[in-house]
T-cell receptor
Framework: GENVEQHPSTLSVQEGDSAVIKCTYSDSASNYFPWYKQELGKGPQLIIDIRSNVGEKKDQRIAVTLNKTAKHFSLHITETQPEDSAVYFCAATEYSGGGADGLTFGKGTHLIIQP | DGGITQSPKYLFRKEGQNVTLSCEQNLNHDAMYWYRQDPGQGLRLIYYSQIVNDFQKGDIAEGYSVSREKKESFPLTVTSAQKNPTAFYLC?????????FGDGTRLSIL
């Protein structure tokens, strides 16, 4: 089955700086890579996702890049703000139109934005 | 507002006791899921249901049971057979492949 490794487990950055979280996956058949943000005491929420037919996707201050050859993908957050403080999870799956039960999650990164 | 409602927010279980976590959705989604979250362990799938009256085991189903009698509801029972039940439990529904999560139930042992 799929195995997703996520690094670092904790990341502390100064407000206004950029943050990068990296994930690697093991199954070359995986073709869908979402990122979820979990605020304290809440459930995770999808913030961005990418499919294997593109190499990069941006949405305002966040972007995700995918390197299929190396089997890794990264989340980039620019101009970090206090509200970016949260736990971020990456995930991977071979999506073929069925359910989301095949999603394998990384162990999470606790992002801390220092004022 | 549409969403996933989990209750209670906090739950305590005594030794040998079964407890049931509630999950209700008004998003009209067919598929629903239960995940367990432990510190530093990510999200692990317990059970999922693609349609009413049908459900499948996930990666860590032992010691848990579910039912899906209505589209809107997917309760999870943590049985006494689950020896390490202390965790944060998340329910989700999906418009594939996107998961929509509730705000979780934190289960602790008395």
């Amino acid at each position: 089955g799929e195995n997703v490794e996520q690094h670092p487990s904790t990341l502390s950055v100064q407000e206004g700086d950029s943050a990068v979280i990296k994930c690697t996956y093991s199954d070359s058949a995986s073709n869908y890579f979402p990122w979820y943000k979990q605020e304290l005491g809440k459930g995770p929420q999808l913030i961005i996702d990418i499919r294997s037919n593109v190499g990069e996707k941006k949405d305002q201050r966040i972007a995700v890049t995918l390197n299929k050859t190396a089997k890794h993908f990264s989340l980039h957050i620019t101009e970090t703000q206090p509200e970016d403080s949260a736990v971020y999870f990456c995930a991977a799956t071979e999506y073929s139109g069925g359910g989301a039960d095949g999603l394998t999650f990384g162990k999470g990164t606790h992002l801390i934005i220092q004022p | 507002d549409g969403g996933i409602t989990q209750s209670p927010k906090y739950l305590f279980r005594k030794e040998g006791q079964n407890v049931t976590l509630s999950c209700e959705q008004n998003l009209n989604h067919d598929a629903m899921y239960w995940y367990r979250q432990d510190p530093g362990q990510g999200l692990r799938l317990i059970y999922y249901s693609q349609i009413v009256n049908d459900f499948q085991k996930g990666d860590i189903a032992e010691g848990y049971s579910v039912s899906r009698e209505k589209k809107e509801s997917f309760p999870l029972t943590v049985t006494s057979a689950q020896k390490n039940p202390t965790a944060f439990y998340l329910c989700a529904s999906s418009t594939v492949p996107v998961l929509h999560f509730g705000d979780g139930t934190r289960l602790s042992i008395l």
